[in-house]
């Protein structure tokens, strides 16, 4: 989602606070960011459910025990329309990121819904590589990491803009890395892109929630704009969320081989 320039809305934002009581605008705020994590708990479900069922058709039980891939399996992890499903959730990301404000609000919540069911379809692969328990444990840890994160990041009164932009840069450097890395093939590279990742995804989860608990201003009182900033401040943190889980499963996961 856009840096916003909060200050070329400061007119806008005091004009609503005058009209707002401080409890009109504390209630405001609160049904603003619930609203984000709301839809935010929807799509990681509906990515969740995507992936249990696509691995569910993707694998059967081979004559020696062990899991076997079906056509369909075939086709989504081991065929060229493999790339399909590992970049079709980037479209989404460019498309919801470019394309937001012309969208009415129905268009952007079934877009933004249609990319976390493709998200999991591309996520289904880590049932055939990690354990079922493993993929769980994995889960609960970075939900309970990412709530901490995001309640430091709503409650601290210390300003988290400048490390905000220092992570950013590591999510630049982590990007291209993991494409000089595609080449590489290298187990200390990919390594150190998982551990630093987590550092990076973690601090922009609590800079990302300052970031969206500040923004209210600028749509307080205007409730098709917020309503529509709810859904990108959704994917923001969906995004944070889901980075940090597949950086710590390639770290502390337990693969079905081992």
């Known amino acids: 989602m856009a840096d916003y320039d909060r200050n070329a809305y400061a007119p806008y934002a005091a004009g609503m606070g005058r009209s707002m009581s401080a409890a009109q605008y504390d209630a405001?705020?609160?049904?603003?960011?619930?609203?984000i994590y709301n839809h935010m708990s929807i799509a990681l479900a509906i990515s969740g459910l995507v992936a249990i069922g696509a691995f569910m058709l993707g694998t059967t039980t081979g004559v020696n025990g062990r899991l076997a891939l079906t056509p369909f399996g075939q086709a989504i992890w081991l065929s060229p329309l493999k790339w399909v499903v590992m970049l079709a959730p980037l479209g989404f990301v460019l498309l919801l990121s470019f394309r937001w404000e012309r969208m009415s609000y129905g268009a952007l919540?079934?877009?933004?819904?249609?990319?976390?069911?493709?998200?999991?379809?591309?996520?289904?692969?880590?049932?055939?590589?990690?354990?079922?328990?493993s993929i769980a444990q994995v889960f609960f840890i970075t939900a309970a990491a990412f709530g901490a994160l995001s309640l430091f990041g709503y409650t601290t009164k210390k300003d988290l803009s400048g490390m905000g932009k220092f992570m950013l840069m590591?999510?630049?450097?982590?990007?291209?890395?993991?494409?000089?890395?595609?080449?590489?093939?290298?187990?200390?590279?990919?390594?150190?892109?998982n551990v630093i990742g987590v550092l990076v995804f973690a601090g922009l989860t609590a800079w990302d929630t300052q970031r969206l608990k500040e923004e209210y201003d600028v749509v307080a009182g205007d409730q098709t704009l917020m309503q529509k900033w709810s859904l990108m401040g959704a994917l923001t943190l969906y995004l944070n969320f889901v980075n940090m889980f597949q950086m710590l499963l390639q770290l502390f996961g337990v693969r079905n081989e081992e």
């Open 109 to 133: 919540l079934g877009t933004f819904y249609s990319f976390a069911a493709i998200m999991g379809l591309s996520l289904s692969s880590v049932f055939v590589i990690y354990k079922l328990g």
């Open 170 to 193: 590591g999510l630049f450097g982590l990007i291209i890395a993991g494409l000089v890395n595609i080449f590489m093939k290298s187990s200390a590279l990919q390594f150190a892109i």
């Open 28 to 35: 405001g705020l609160r049904s603003y960011m619930l609203g």
